[in-house]
């Protein structure tokens, strides 16, 4: 056989998969819109499944067989979710913007590109909109792998009466995006403060003398860098494209696992999924041993715990809050048992969420 028959019987298989996997999607999509008719019927307005979507991304990864990687699988079969969800019903996402900034991408890997995005200019605003009903769920940045936790974030839930639904986990790689034709060009760089610190040793090296200025999102320096050749901005790659900037140089991050963890808020509690996480607000009596009895009865229990920051109650002078992470969903039983004896020791606890635990 030529090589040009042997092409034709190739592509010709091609196109054959392409009709069958075009059928399939439209046959899930109908099924999905079956669904959202059932639902109707019974006056749920709960589309949205956190627990439900994150057991069908575990099963396609845990049977996937290559010669994708589980990473590539999840993110195709993520937006196929998306369409079909987007099919029952119209989700806004509100997220700390503008468009380009990692928040922004945080949402498009956990909800994909089927949802309606609502750009927001702080944290505050995220909470509010979806307070308010003006969109059904948001999604803010809680803490990154090497610059910690984002206060800011921990101290809206201390008044909020938002649920965390679920959690993302970003790998973040900042790229050096300008419109210079050569770093030697670039007299200034603008980013967020976070972004900045945690690019510290790069810049250092590479440009000791350029100035840095913070900027309120990454997104926001490059629509500034894009006004000027003289200026560089630390963003991602989608910001370069939005903005219509070059990638000077790649991967410019201090640490190569630098990983930010944002969480996704709504007003809906949501039933295990098998693999989750609990997160707790929790304030101490002021009486000696507090912090140890707070904490007895997850050892008692054998509950992991995955994260403990304390932060000012602004209850009054020197009250501290603390926000506790840990393994399991509050309805499981050894979880549920914690959180009784937590209620006979604290002052206050407050369920934050529990939600599917992320994976990269």
């Not at 091609?14 to 399939?24: A, N, P, T, V, Y």
């Not at 498009?108 to 200019?121: E, N, Q, T, Y």
């Not at 007895?296 to 009250?319: F, N, Q, Y």
Request: glycine residues 4%; contains cysteine.
């Amino acid at each position: 056989m030529s090589e040009e028959k042997e092409l034709e019987v190739l592509r010709q298989q091609i196109d054959q998969f392409d009709r069958e996997i075009q059928d399939l999607i439209n046959e899930r999509v109908k099924v999905a819109k079956q669904i959202a008719a059932v639902k109707a019927r019974s006056g749920s307005e709960c589309f949205y499944r956190p627990e439900r979507e994150a057991r069908i991304l575990r099963a396609i990864i845990e049977r996937n067989q290559g010669p994708l990687s589980d990473d590539d699988m999840a993110r195709l079969f993520r937006e196929i979710m998306s369409v079909s969800l987007a099919a029952q019903a119209s989700i806004t996402v509100a997220f700390l913007g503008p468009h380009g900034t990692y928040t922004h991408n945080a949402a498009i890997k956990h909800f994909g590109h089927s949802v309606k995005c609502l750009s927001l200019p702080t944290i505050d605003e995220v909470f509010y909109a979806v307070e308010k009903q003006q969109a059904h769920y948001g999604i803010v940045p809680v803490e990154n792998s090497t610059e910690g936790v984002v206060t800011h974030t921990l101290d809206m839930f201390i008044d909020s009466n938002l649920k965390i639904c679920g959690e993302v986990l970003l790998r973040v790689r900042h790229q050096l995006l300008s419109n210079a034709e050569s770093i030697g060009q670039i007299q200034k760089v603008l980013a967020h403060g976070q972004s900045l610190a945690q690019c510290r040793r790069w810049l250092s090296n590479n440009l000791p003398s350029v100035d840095t200025i913070a900027t309120n999102s990454n997104a926001e320096a490059a629509e500034k860098a894009a006004q000027s050749p003289d200026l560089a901005a630390i963003a991602s790659s989608a910001a370069a494209e939005i903005y219509g900037l070059k990638v000077l140089i790649s991967d410019i991050e201090d640490d190569p696992d630098n990983t930010t963890r944002f969480l996704i808020v709504g007003t809906t509690e949501v039933e295990p999924s098998g693999d989750d996480k609990t997160s707790l607000l929790v304030s101490s009596q002021n009486k000696p041993g507090a912090l140890y009895r707070l904490l007895a009865p997850m050892a008692k229990h054998e509950v992991s715990l995955t994260r403990i920051e304390s932060r000012p109650s602004r209850k009054g002078l020197w009250e501290y809050v603390f926000f506790i992470d840990i393994e399991g969903h509050a309805k499981e039983r050894r979880v549920s048992e914690v959180l009784t004896e937590l209620e006979t020791e604290a002052a206050v606890v407050k369920l934050l969420g529990a939600y599917p635990r992320a994976s990269l």
